[in-house]
């Protein structure tokens, strides 16, 4: 079954409000990544957590990792609406280099 | 923008024929992968390699074929398409050793009517 699972499937904002979204897996891992997709086109990776990290930030994006609880949050401060797009989690377990991709969070944020 | 590039970006095509999407990344990158995506839908590895004449099997089975001759170029094939085909099929590559992530193409979206 899927490592990494998000939640929720989908989220409505308005622009300005924080948007949280959660991965949950279920191995260790040795890095999680997120990584954006806008609607038809390939994923844009957006930041990197190892596992020894418990908190990354990058401009309005704040991921955490809970290794104990084999979570991750990705925080996005600020909306706009260029941030409308899916999210995926993707973990790297050291199985021969390869991710495993969540089934992503849809946001949408409304002007 | 990512240096990696996927052709064609739209191909709609009839029962039986044989494809070839392309892949071809200028980053040095030793690692290439294929995934499987339906629209709103996880991601699906369906091929990768770790370098020239390396390539393996994905997590999801599928009836086509990769080849490695080129560390820039990781062709994907169908040798005889079906409508169960349709789907958008994503290039990746990342580094060796290097805790970068993976850049990914913009896609191909394969219609098979």
């Known amino acids: 079954s899927q490592q990494g699972e998000e939640d929720p499937q989908a989220l409505s904002i308005q622009e300005g409000e924080n948007a949280t979204m959660n991965c949950s897996y279920k191995t260790s891992i040795n890095n999680l990544q997120w990584y954006r997709q806008n609607s038809g086109r390939g994923l844009v990776h957006l930041i990197l957590?190892?596992?020894?990290?418990r908190e990354k930030h990058s401009g309005r994006l704040r991921v955490t990792l809970d290794t104990s609880k084999k979570s991750s949050s990705l925080l996005i401060t600020a909306s706009r609406a260029a941030d409308t797009a899916s999210y995926f989690c993707a973990t790297d377990a050291g199985n021969a280099g390869k991710s495993t991709f969540g089934d992503g969070t849809t946001l949408t944020v409304k002007p | 923008e990512a240096d990696i590039y996927q052709t064609p970006r739209y191909l709609v095509i009839g029962t039986g024929k044989k494809i070839t999407l392309e892949c071809s990344q200028t980053m040095g990158h030793d690692k290439m992968y294929w995934y499987q995506q339906d629209p709103g839908m996880e991601l699906h590895l369906i091929h990768y390699?770790?370098?020239?004449?390396?390539?393996e099997k994905g997590d999801l089975s599928s009836e086509s074929t990769v080849s490695r001759i080129r560390t820039e170029h990781f062709p994907l094939t169908l040798e005889s398409a079906r409508p169960s085909h349709t789907s958008q099929y994503l290039c990746?590559?990342?580094?060796?050793?290097?805790?970068?992530?993976?850049?990914f193409g913009s896609g191909t979206r394969l219609t098979v009517v």
């Open positions: 990746a590559s990342s580094e060796f050793g290097r805790d970068y992530g993976y850049t």
């Open positions: 957590i190892r596992s020894n990290e």
């Open positions: 390699s770790y370098g020239v004449n390396s390539t």
